[in-house]
């Protein structure tokens, strides 16, 4: 049964409060927001340190306690009803997260998109490797720490294993899920396309910001899901040409997902690493040609010194290797292996430094 609103934050709001099994939350009016199912706030709780992100629900979520543990307290805290008959609300006690929305970061003329774009990659990768997934990953639940990294926050829809589609209370914002996706789709893959709109977003938004904001809407949205999985979404095209032209495959591959009909991608999590890592800029000479899935890369022993994200590689020849990626070839150096042991063999044989 639904809590009214408007009781509810007055009961925020108010000195007296009527809890069951905690002392006193001390609450920072001035913080209290709310969105469809619950009011937050940022408090202190007598009895334990720090400071937290209090979440005062309307409703109750059946899901509260398998996401939360015990962060979550059913029927804790009182609210008055009418003709003074006292209710209580589910809460749950999370971390306050320092930071400011990425929302309210993209948009700004100073916006870093390089950094936005390596902060939200290294997130999504850790995201991918958790055992659960987020359920509604989009810039308003993204913080932008001081130090620039970035966590989730708003874990309401979120997947947790064992669960199953009966849990499925939400099924993310519309202009952030794949379009297929419904209360079926409730599993580990429900992050894969909004991280892979998200990533694609910032990534492009780094080459030319100018071009890719003249896709922005009314609604604060670049990329349209709806549009992207029919192949016409001209924003996710001219990302794909982008990333093609200053070679940037592993994003290349990214964007592609956003086009398939497919709600999730197992090849997501290691498209992901590689965007997260420094591109190649040369191979050694006894690297191998290897195929993974469709696509090419080069080998040394078990090793890949150049990632399988590309349409063709040749193998190291006259002192370059070439790539191909879409209509474009690269070109990048080769470094003769031979000479390379030779080296570090005299290196090792005369220690420039006395050991310690």
């Known amino acids: 049964m639904a809590l009214d609103i408007v009781r509810v934050l007055g009961a925020l709001r108010s000195d007296v409060q009527f809890l069951r099994t905690l002392e006193h939350i001390l609450i920072e009016c001035d913080t209290i927001s709310w969105g469809s199912n619950s009011a937050t706030a940022r408090c202190r709780v007598m009895g334990m340190e720090g400071t937290f992100l209090l979440k005062c629900y309307f409703r109750h979520r059946r899901n509260a306690r398998a996401i939360y543990g015990d962060r979550f307290y059913p029927q804790e805290f009182g609210v008055a009803g009418f003709h003074g008959r006292m209710e209580y609300a589910d809460i749950a006690l999370l971390d306050w997260v320092e930071g400011t929305p990425l929302e309210s970061l993209l948009w700004r003329k100073d916006a870093d998109y390089?950094?936005?774009?390596?902060?939200?990659?290294?997130?999504?990768?850790?995201?991918?490797?958790?055992?659960?997934?987020?359920?509604?990953?989009?810039?308003?639940?993204?913080?932008?720490?001081?130090?620039?990294?970035?966590?989730?926050?708003?874990?309401?829809?979120?997947?947790?294993?064992?669960?199953?589609?009966?849990?499925?209370?939400?099924?993310?914002?519309?202009?952030?899920?794949?379009?297929?996706?419904?209360?079926?789709?409730?599993?580990?893959?429900?992050?894969?396309?909004?991280?892979?709109?998200?990533?694609?977003?910032?990534a492009a938004l780094a080459i030319d910001s100018e071009t890719m904001l003249k896709f922005r809407n009314a609604e604060n949205c670049i990329i349209h899901p709806e549009d992207a999985i029919q192949g016409k979404d001209p924003a996710v095209r001219h990302a794909i040409e982008l990333f093609e032209q200053v070679g940037d495959a592993a994003h290349y591959r990214i964007a592609q997902i956003l086009e398939s009909i497919f709600t999730s991608n197992i090849s997501l999590p290691d498209y992901i690493f590689h965007a997260s890592q420094p591109r190649p800029t040369s191979v050694p000479s006894?690297?191998?040609?290897?195929?993974?899935?469709?696509?090419?890369?080069?080998?040394?022993?078990?090793?890949?010194?150049?990632?399988?994200?590309?349409?063709?590689?040749?193998?190291?020849?006259?002192?370059?290797?070439?790539?191909?990626?879409?209509?474009?070839?690269?070109?990048?150096?080769?470094?003769?292996?031979?000479?390379?042991?030779?080296?570090?063999?005299?290196?090792e044989a005369n220690p420039s430094e006395p050991p310690l």
């Open 286 to 347: 006894s690297a191998t040609l290897a195929k993974e899935w469709h696509l090419y890369g080069l080998r040394t022993g078990k090793e890949w010194v150049v990632p399988p994200l590309y349409d063709w590689v040749d193998e190291p020849k006259n002192g370059v290797c070439r790539l191909t990626l879409g209509d474009h070839e690269f070109e990048i150096g080769v470094v003769d292996t031979k000479e390379c042991c030779e080296a570090d063999g005299e290196a």
């Open 114 to 202: 390089k950094a936005f774009s390596e902060a939200f990659d290294r997130l999504a990768l850790r995201t991918l490797k958790s055992d659960g997934a987020h359920g509604d990953i989009k810039p308003e639940n993204i913080i932008v720490k001081p130090d620039g990294e970035m966590t989730l926050i708003d874990w309401d829809a979120a997947w947790r294993p064992g669960m199953s589609s009966y849990d499925a209370e939400e099924i993310g914002t519309f202009s952030y899920r794949h379009p297929m996706r419904d209360d079926t789709n409730f599993n580990k893959h429900i992050d894969d396309y909004p991280i892979a709109l998200i990533s694609t977003t910032l």
